[in-house]
């Protein structure tokens, strides 16, 4: 099956350039979302890539009811259309009820599914129509293959922008592990895929009332991402991860991007070669 090219702006995802999604985890401040944005958009435009922005106003699925959510929508969506605006960005954001999805609509160009509610028929259905380009990331409890019945309550919606994104399966406990054959099974369904390079080392509530993670495992599951023939990364990526309210153990420090961007590039470009 020949791959779908989403078209967005003036670049395609699913084409000859890499496409990278990147920022904060969670929306913390207009200081760090215009920082990171700044930053990722003067790397990515000197390296050829194209770049859509990411954070989020509501992170819902926490590990502990005190753990840190993010600003909520009305605000949240109010400081993203602030970076998309200062710097001519494309954003994507998640939803995690069908009623948000209009109002996300408004500001992001991507309306981004959460891996534990992929499966959520009526959230599918509510981004399916607002004809936005809709990532639907892979739950960590699904094989790649179970992601077609997921593909088709979007399409049966009416919408056939869509992008799939791994972001490690489950295995055993507070751990996840990437299985790098999903990549091109999920591309024979016909559409672009994302490799979440920061969420696959990603330790689910190892922490007690917060996840852990390693950040050092991020570039060799990236690269292999891109070697495997992935069309998209997905990154979070935050000044200083360690303070970060949000999946701090899981986010690139942006002073770290450059390198990591550059090898990515490099291995998409000689897979396509």
Known sequence: ????????RD???????????????AIESQEILDRTAEKIKELTTKLGINYIFKSSFDKANRSSITS????????????????????????VTDIHSPEQAKYAAEVAD??????????????????????????????QFLAPEQMEPLIRKV???GNFQIMLTDRGTTFGYNNLVVDFRG???????????????THSVQLPGANGICSGGDRRFVPILAQSAMAAGANVLFFEIHPDPDKAL?????????????????????????VRT
Request: aromatic share 8%.
């Open 1 to 8: 099956m020949d791959m779908r090219k989403l078209k967005l």
């Open 11 to 25: 670049f395609e995802i699913g084409g000859d350039k890499l496409t990278i999604m990147a920022g904060p985890c």
């Open 68 to 91: 840190y959510r993010g600003p909520g929508m009305e605000k949240g969506l109010e400081m993203l259309q602030k970076v998309k605006d200062k710097f001519d960005l494309p954003i």
């Open 110 to 139: 991507v309306i981004q599914i959460p891996a534990f509610l992929c499966r959520q028929t009526d959230l599918l259905v509510a981004a399916a129509k607002t004809g936005k380009i809709i990532n639907i990331k892979k739950g």
């Open 155 to 157: 399409e049966d919606s």
């Open 183 to 197: 990549i091109p099974i999920m591309q024979a369904f016909g559409y672009p895929v994302v490799f979440d390079a």
């Open 246 to 270: 949000c999946d701090g153990p899981n986010m690139v420090a942006l002073d770290n991007t450059e390198k990591l961007f550059t090898m990515c590039r490099d291995i998409f470009e000689l």
